[in-house]
C-alpha cells in the first residue's frame, strides 16, 4: 500500500540551527500537508500546499518555517533558525483531492529535538 | 476558528464495546474524520463522514449530527491492541484538518 515517507526519523539540533524535514508524499497525490505534535499536545496544523504554492498556513507556521517541493517527489519543510519550542513530532500528510471524502494519510514522522 | 472536544481518557474491558464521543463547534464544516494513533507513531485514518449517519467499517464504526456537532467512534470487540489514542478531527473550508486532544484508550483484560 502506498505511503508517506519521511526523513529523518529523528533529529537533534542546536538553538539558531537550521533543519530540513524531507518527505515523499504518495505518488498521485496533489495536496501536501504539515502538521506537527509536541509532545502531549494534539496535532497541529501547520501549512497546505498545491500546484507548487502555499494554499493556507497556520498562526505557527512564521517566517521562520518555509516549503519547498524541489522536484516532482520531494516535500520539504525547512525552519530557518531552531527555537526550544520548535521540539516535536512533524508530520507531513497528503491527499488525492481537496474536500469531503478525501483523506488525509500521514507519514511516521519526524521526531526533531531543539537543545 | 475549530473548538473540538472529546474525553482525555477512556478504559474498557478486552472483547467489549466502547464509544468514544466528539463535540464540535467550527465554520465551514466539510466532514469528521477519526484517526487511531499509537505512543510516538503517526495518526492512522479509521472512518469519515460527511452526512448524517452511522459509517459501518468492520468492528468501527462512526456516528455524526452535523446539526447537534456531535461524533462518536464505536469500537466493537475490542483487543488489546487496540489500546491507542482515537483523534477527533474536523475538516474546515477546503481541506485543512483540525485535530482534538484526542481520548487515550486503554484496553484491560
Known amino acids: 500500500e502506498p505511503e508517506v515517507t519521511q526523513t529523518p526519523s529523528h533529529q537533534v539540533t542546536q538553538m539558531g540551527q537550521e533543519v530540513i524535514l524531507r518527505c515523499v508524499p504518495i505518488?498521485?497525490?496533489?495536496?501536501f500537508y504539515w502538521y506537527r505534535q509536541i509532545l502531549g499536545q494534539k496535532v497541529e496544523f501547520l501549512v497546505s500546499?498545491?500546484?507548487?504554492?502555499?494554499?493556507?498556513k497556520s498562526e505557527i507556521f512564521d517566517d521562520q518555517f518555509s516549503v519547498e517541493r524541489p522536484d516532482g517527489s520531494n516535500f520539504t519543510l525547512k525552519i530557518r533558525s531552531t527555537k526550544l519550542e520548535d521540539s516535536a513530532m512533524y508530520f507531513c500528510?497528503?491527499?488525492?483531492?481537496?474536500?469531503?471524502?478525501?483523506?488525509?494519510?500521514f507519514g511516521e514522522g519526524s521526531w526533531l529535538t531543539v537543545v | 476558528g475549530q473548538n473540538i472536544d472529546q474525553p482525555t481518557e477512556m478504559t474498557a474491558t478486552e472483547g467489549a464495546i466502547v464509544q468514544i464521543n466528539c463535540t464540535y463547534q467550527?465554520?465551514?464544516?466539510?466532514?469528521l474524520f477519526w484517526y487511531q494513533q499509537h505512543a510516538g507513531e503517526a495518526p492512522t485514518f479509521l472512518s469519515y463522514?460527511?452526512?448524517?449517519g452511522l459509517e459501518e467499517k468492520g468492528r468501527f464504526s462512526s456516528f455524526l449530527s452535523r446539526s447537534k456537532g456531535y461524533s462518536y467512534l464505536l469500537l466493537k470487540e475490542l483487543q488489546m491492541k487496540d489500546s491507542a489514542s482515537y483523534l477527533c478531527?474536523?475538516?474546515?473550508?477546503?481541506?485543512?484538518?483540525?485535530f482534538g486532544t484526542g481520548t487515550r484508550l486503554t484496553v484491560i483484560p
Open positions: 500546499f498545491y500546484n507548487n504554492e502555499i494554499s493556507e
Open positions: 478531527a474536523v475538516r474546515a473550508g477546503a481541506n485543512n484538518l483540525f
Open positions: 463522514n460527511v452526512l448524517d
Open positions: 505518488s498521485n497525490h496533489l495536496y
Open positions: 467550527t465554520s465551514g464544516f466539510n466532514g
Open positions: 500528510a497528503s491527499s488525492p483531492g481537496q474536500g469531503a471524502g478525501n483523506t488525509i494519510y
